[in-house]
């Protein structure tokens, strides 16, 4: 007996740590998804209300130049350190410095349902990180300094996985987006725990998510497998356009000096674009497209239109976010190939809709588990493949400039390590 006793007494002394970590992310990722969870909740709420008021009066979209004003001279004068949204809190994570101000959430939140009120194209994603990224970042108080990080990377995890309803693809987004070709497992307990949390607070509210057609199982055959890799490539090159063209939008903008006319002049170009095309199909979420796209093929202007007026709308200056479009643009983009390649209608559109995801965000595990939590497990193996095909086939671009890179694509990249894809 006396010889265990010495035993247990190291185990227990080794194990401290890691129960003191346990019980302190408990705490701490209960609170970021409890508030991360109530936010995108009243969000969703909210952007259902402004999205039915718009469908109802279409002549909103001639007062999108004045929205565009507002949130360009709210930005301009409140949030100047803020706009950076996303990219502020990846900022964060790599180089902490300063919390990340709270006034965040009311103006990324305010900007968000200005936009979809008045028809701009546009996601939601942005929106319920920032503000999961921003609450969280208010208790870093009670922290180690070394930690704050971990409580950042939980705070998008939260409001990723509430805004979705996809808490596992919520956990691998926090861990796997601001470090591309790398995952920090260090952080792996807090983003879990707000992931799970935060959805199951929004559902609490009484708050559901889009429901899609689960994909049926499908035998891998040598036709199927060449097509899913094709597929997959052209989603990658479908997510490197759209994250090229945005940032070469947000270029041109910034050559009009004073920011807040910048969404000004966007807001009409957008708004005579939809007069032009004399629809309203490409405003907003677009979610009735995507989950048109399951049902029957598309044609190939669906996903080009939207991904041009998205990359306009929020290289303008706009508010919202960029992965509800890429959604569309994806499940429209597999839904049109329908007709070219021998897969379902349906399976093409979810390889689409998880597979330009991936390579604009550089989240291929993320999105996988997306595409299982929202179809199914049956078309697992053509959703990893479209995924992982895609995350290559899109290169070192993306959405977020602030994202690193951790570990290259292509042994010819290497050089690029460590870099911001904003630098590339």
């Not at 909210?46 to 008021?53: D, F, H, I, Y």
Request: with cysteine.
């Amino acid at each position: 007996m006396a010889v265990f006793i010495p035993f247990f007494s190291m185990r227990r002394r080794a194990l401290a740590p890691t129960t003191t970590f346990a019980a302190r992310w408990l705490l701490l990722a209960s609170l970021v998804g409890a508030l991360a969870g109530t936010a995108s909740a009243g969000f969703l709420v909210a952007l259902e209300g402004v999205t039915a008021w718009r469908e109802a009066h279409p002549w909103a979209l001639a007062l999108l130049p004045a929205g565009g004003l507002l949130v360009g001279l709210a930005y301009h004068y409140l949030g100047n350190r803020v706009v950076k949204g996303n990219n502020l809190i990846l900022d964060e994570i790599h180089a902490p410095s300063q919390t990340i101000p709270l006034r965040l959430v009311p103006l990324v939140l305010g900007g968000t349902l200005l936009t979809h009120l008045l028809g701009g194209s546009a996601g939601r994603e942005g929106t319920a990180v920032q503000m999961g990224g921003a609450l969280a970042d208010q208790l870093a108080r009670w922290l180690p300094r070394r930690e704050r990080r971990l409580l950042l990377i939980a705070g998008m995890s939260a409001g990723f996985a509430s805004v979705f309803g996809t808490p596992l693809a919520g956990a691998v987004f926090g861990l796997e987006v601001f470090l591309l070709g790398s995952v920090r497992y260090e952080a792996i307990l807090p983003s879990f725990l707000a992931a799970v949390v935060a959805d199951v607070v929004t559902r609490a509210w009484g708050v559901g998510h889009t429901p899609y057609p689960a994909l049926a199982a499908l035998p891998l055959t040598a036709a199927g497998l060449g097509a899913t890799l094709l597929a997959g490539a052209l989603f990658g090159l479908a997510a490197r356009a759209f994250a090229g063209l945005t940032h070469w939008f947000t270029g041109v903008f910034k050559r009009i000096g004073y920011a807040p006319l910048r969404p000004v002049v966007g807001g009409a170009l957008v708004a005579l674009a939809m007069w032009g095309l004399g629809t309203m199909r490409y405003a907003g979420l677009g979610v009735p497209v995507i989950v048109e796209a399951f049902q029957h093929q598309l044609g190939g202007q669906d996903f080009a239109l939207k991904l041009l007026l998205t990359a306009l709308t929020l290289g303008a200056g706009f508010k919202g976010g960029e992965v509800t479009p890429l959604f569309f643009i994806g499940a429209a983009l597999g839904s049109a190939l329908a007709g070219v390649l021998p897969l379902p209608v349906a399976l093409l559109a979810g390889m689409g809709f998880v597979g330009v995801f991936a390579g604009a965000a550089n989240t291929p595990l993320a999105c996988l588990l997306m595409g299982l939590e929202l179809f199914g497990t049956h078309a697992g193996v053509y959703l990893g493949l479209t995924c992982v095909v895609a995350y290559l086939f899109s290169g070192h671009h993306g959405i977020y400039s602030s994202q690193v890179v951790g570990q290259a694509k292509h042994p010819l990249w290497g050089r690029q390590s460590g870099r911001r894809l904003g630098e590339l």
